[in-house]
């Protein structure tokens, strides 16, 4: 744990670190400040929450367990909102309009266009880049508010898996009024395939009717302008998705959060998979932030995400010192939906969605293998972490108990444990599946690899992440590209 020696001296150096003009060094000094502050204060507010009921028992340790207090990812979200408006006179490029300017356009863009080229060297994002960053606040402003409501009130599952889409919402209307390019590239395997153009030309009249009828209902138009993005002749197929890019956004916004929040259960999970998550995605930031003539948009597009997540990063890792196991602290489902939507925000507002699902490809197998329990088709009980043995002090997989087997949940219990996917308990008389093991890909990792100590398994599946997200990584900027014909940064498959 760290001195007030050692506190005061960080405080200082990230104090030192702030600097006109660099908004990527002065994001590091506040997310050292937002570290300094989230460490400091959950040990102070712990108590408090405890007294209004913001309290939980580790399942995962031996008796006598006493309450420790749940929700902590709330100051490190706060922290972490108050921070991001700090940061905002360090990072945007300050615009005085004159009055001789005001009813004259021409004047107006003559008058920003000398303001911010007078800036040496100027490297702050452009005034009008405001409005999507304080749309992502509100957003995870929203987010952590209707998260604070899930753990306040433990909602249902069915009811609080929608919560993200609403807390969306800033987000969506502001891109709305704001950008509203709609457009995706089609893959170039989809172009070439034979048949491909037909496949496009469906999908294409699907896409005009429903955007017709929509813009019918509402009076909205949700298609790109196409006088304001002139496609050159050379540049690969687009597809004008409208409405339906919208609820493509909205469909992220909805897992990312959601699939944080059940890949989850073990001391230091929900906070490690995000750390690990911001490292791969300041990795690939870097990437192109280092490379030198890769487009003025690309480079801003990744310069925004990096100021979103090194601040986030800051904050998560103080968190983390708690909630590391023995867990001093739990996060709530407050700072799963958070980090979800931090990386949803820096994916769509980034222009790098399809980069962002496969960095999630752990959390997409999760929620894939899970679906059977969450959809009911078999039984799901309020917890499905794995079980604790007081005994040996290791982890196992939890079971599922099968009540009611009917022909489908029985089919799909003996698929999975043919392929070892899952493990079986049968009645020694009958033969008939009694219990299975829970569909988490914790429970899987000890199914295959035997029983662990807590934070081994944590480590185990940190590592499994971060493996992942690396390998997406080199995927993304050699295969991507040849597949899709098209890319801001390759390395050299094209
Ligand atoms: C999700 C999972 C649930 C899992 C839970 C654990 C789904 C559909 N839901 O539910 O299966 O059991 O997360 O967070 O997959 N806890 C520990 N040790 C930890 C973390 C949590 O014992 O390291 C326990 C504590 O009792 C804590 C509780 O889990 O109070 C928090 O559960 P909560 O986050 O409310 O569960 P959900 O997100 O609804
Ligand atoms: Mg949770």
Same mark, same amino acid.
């Given at each position: 744990m ?11 150096? =990230? ?8 908004p990527?060094r ?8 937002g570290?300094?502050i ?16 913001l ?10 367990v006493?309450?420790?207090?749940e929700?902590?990812? #709330?100051?490190?979200?706060s ?9 905002? *006179? ?13 009813a ?7 008058n920003?266009e000398?303001q911010?080229?007078a ?6 994002? *452009?005034h009008?880049?405001?409005?999507e960053y304080?749309? =992502?606040?509100?957003? #995870? ?10 753990d306040?009130f433990?909602?249902r ?13 800033p987000? #969506?209307?502001?891109y709305?009024?704001?950008?509203s390019?709609?457009s ?5 395997f ?9 496949f ?5 009249f ?7 009828a ?5 009076? $909205? ?10 496609v050159?002749?050379? =540049? *690969? ?16 916004s909805?897992f ?7 890949l989850a259960?073990?001391?230091g ?10 490292i791969?995605? $300041?990795?690939?930031d ?26 986030? /990063?800051?904050v998560?890792?103080?968190l983390?010192?708690?909630?590391w196991?023995?867990a001093? =602290? ?7 939906y958070f ?9 769509i ?14 959390q ?5 293998y899970?679906?059977?329990q969450?959809f009911?088709?078999?039984p ?9 043995n007081?005994?040996d002090?290791l ?9 009611k ?9 003996? /698929? #999975? ?5 899952i493990?079986?308990e049968r009645?020694?008389?009958?033969g008939e599946?009694i ?18 100590r807590e934070d081994?398994?944590? /480590? ?5 992440q971060?493996?992942?997200? $690396? ?7 050699t295969?991507g ?9 390759s390395?050299?498959v094209?």
């Open positions: 760290l001195g007030k020696i050692a506190r005061v001296s960080l405080l200082v150096g =990230a104090v030192l670190t702030i600097a006109p003009n660099s990527l002065t994001s590091v000094a506040f997310a050292i400040i570290y300094l989230t460490y400091s204060i959950i040990p102070k507010v712990g108590p408090s929450f405890i007294k209004i009921g309290k939980g028992k580790d399942m995962s340790k031996p008796p006598p006493s309450e420790i207090p929700t902590m990812g #709330l100051v490190a979200a922290t972490y909102l108050f921070l991001m408006f700090g940061l905002i *006179p360090f990072i945007f490029f300050k615009y005085l309009v004159s009055f001789g300017s005001w004259n356009d021409e004047q107006m863009t003559e920003y000398n911010y080229q800036l040496k060297d100027n490297k702050l994002f *452009p009008n880049k405001l409005a304080l749309s =992502a606040i509100l957003c #995870l402003q929203s987010t952590t508010l209707l998260g604070l409501l899930d306040l433990d909602i599952w069915r009811h609080k898996f929608f919560l993200p889409a609403v807390a969306s919402l987000l #969506l209307i502001v709305y009024v704001d950008f390019v709609t995706i590239v089609v893959p170039k989809v172009t070439d395939f034979p048949g491909g153009l037909y496009l030309d469906i999908i294409n699907f896409v005009k009717y429903g955007n017709h929509v813009t019918s209902i509402t009076g $909205l138009s949700f298609r790109t302008l196409q006088t304001d993005y002139a050159p002749d050379d =540049a *690969p197929k687009l597809i004008d998705l409208g409405i339906f890019y919208y609820v493509y956004m909205s469909a992220i909805i990312s959060p959601n699939s944080i929040n059940i259960g073990i001391n999970l929900e906070v490690g998979q995000s750390v690990v998550l911001a791969i995605f $300041l990795i690939n870097f990437c192109y932030l280092f490379t030198e003539n890769i487009p003025q948009a690309a480079y801003d597009s990744h310069l925004f995400s990096v100021i979103f997540i090194i601040p986030f /990063l800051g998560s890792l103080a983390l010192q708690y909630n196991f023995p001093k =602290a739990f996060v709530g489902d407050t700072y799963c980090s979800g939507m931090v990386f949803a925000i820096v994916g507002l980034g222009h790098f969605s399809k980069t962002l699902i496969i960095f999630l490809v752990p997409i197998l999760n929620f894939i899970s679906a059977p969450l009911h088709i078999v799901c009980p309020r917890h499905r972490l794995p079980k604790f007081v005994k002090g982890m196992y997989p939890s079971l599922g108990e099968l009540k087997p009917n022909r489908l949940n029985k089919l799909i219990l003996n /698929l #999975l444990g043919l392929v070892r996917l493990k079986l009645d020694p008389k009958s599946i219990k299975f093991s829970n569909m988490t890909i914790i429970n899987l990792c000890l199914v295959w690899f035997g029983p662990m081994t398994l944590c /480590l185990v599946l940190l590592g499994i971060f493996f992942v997200g $690396l390998s997406m990584i080199i995927v993304r900027h295969v590209p040849w597949l899709f014909g098209y890319d801001n940064l390395w050299g094209k």
